[in-house]
């Protein structure tokens, strides 16, 4: 499978949990490609709190995105009054969470996520949404 193709499913895929979990919710279409602005890949509020989400899933090796790819997201978010996430989903694992100022910046100025990073500091997705919490240092503003 393409990896546009499984990305594609993948946002469908937390689209429809963050639906469940009672969050309004929609997948920008084509996101970056539609427009010459960038767009975050999910956006979801539930009343209280909104989200620009940027979604990546890989099968286990660390996730990459680029410093313009973080910085669209985290203008847009500013923009829209929402809070700026990065998603990432490794085969056989749930969804975790991050701000964007909790990842790793590469030399190059680009972005990672290792499985190991996301299982051991990401947020879980049911602390996400609300369920059981999790306090991060640097959360209570944002």
Known sequence: MSSNRKGDRRERELV???DEAGFA???APASGSATTRELPDVLAGN???FYAIEAKAS???PIYLSGEEVEALIYFSQNFGA???IAVRFDREDWYFFHPGDLYVTDGGNYRV?????????EPFDSFVGGPTQTR?????D
């Open 16 to 18: 429809n949990k963050l």
């Open 137 to 141: 240092l640097g959360d209570a503003d």
């Open 114 to 122: 290792k499985k190991e990073t996301a299982l051991a500091e990401g």
């Open 25 to 27: 919710v929609m997948r």
């Open 59 to 61: 099968s286990g090796r």
């Open 47 to 49: 009343g209280e709190v």
């Open 83 to 85: 809070k700026a996430r």
